[in-house]
């Protein structure tokens, strides 16, 4: 019985993969597929299909992070604790991929303002966070080797700002708004985030422990 279950949940576990792997391949060729479209691609029915995920608009997120998932790694690992080497290493990597690849992180945005039209009306603690958050993650490692140099709060008031600057919002902003190639945008968000932090530590001197 519990090899018979194991089989069942691997089975679902190909299934789903092989949905959201056609799913990317639509994606990766400019469509915005329904899941009928990839339903198809993957060879199965609508309605096996429809048993994983309820809206094309779940499945193109879903696949997205897919995408991003395929190449994220974490860019801090070799750059040692001074905060301006690690905040390089996270645009250049992170940051610099965005613009590279901006597709995927273009779905997740609107994704996340679908999410926030859905929950206008509800009542504040009955909302769903509308983002994963991931640049956060990237910026705590960044200011890590500010904590017992500067009070918590200010630390903290750097990691918010450091989200301004950089992530696909950044990205939107230097390709849409100020209509930059991809090399300049890439310069300008790095010279942003540069600005950011160098400012912000002229104004909190770390002290020393």
């Known amino acids: 019985m519990e090899a018979m279950t194991a089989g069942r949940a691997n089975q679902k576990a190909r299934t789903r993969q092989a949905l959201l792997a056609a799913t990317v391949e639509l994606i990766r060729e400019g469509n915005a597929p329904s899941i009928p479209d990839a339903a198809e691609r993957a060879l199965m029915s609508p309605a096996t299909a429809y048993r994983y995920f309820s809206s094309a608009h779940a499945l193109w997120e879903e696949a997205s992070l897919e995408m991003v998932e395929n190449w994220d790694t974490d860019p801090i690992d070799q750059v040692g604790d001074d905060p301006r080497a ?29 999410r926030w039209y859905e929950q206008a009306a509800a009542a504040d603690d009955e909302r769903m966070p509308v983002r994963q958050g991931r640049r956060m993650v990237y ?23 450091l989200a301004l600057v950089w992530g696909t919002e950044a990205v939107l902003v230097l390709r849409d708004v100020c209509r930059l190639d991809t090399e300049d945008a890439k310069d300008t968000m790095l010279h942003a985030a540069r600005w950011m932090l160098d400012g912000f530590l002229a104004e909190h001197p770390p002290r020393k422990r």
């Open 86 to 114: 690690r905040l390089q290493a996270v645009v250049q990597s992170v940051g610099w991929h965005m613009l590279d690849d901006e597709l995927p992180y273009r779905n997740l945005a609107r994704a996340s303002l679908e």
């Open 139 to 161: 910026n705590a490692k960044v200011v890590e080797p500010l904590r017992g140099h500067l009070p918590d709060a200010v630390v903290l008031e750097l990691l918010n700002a």
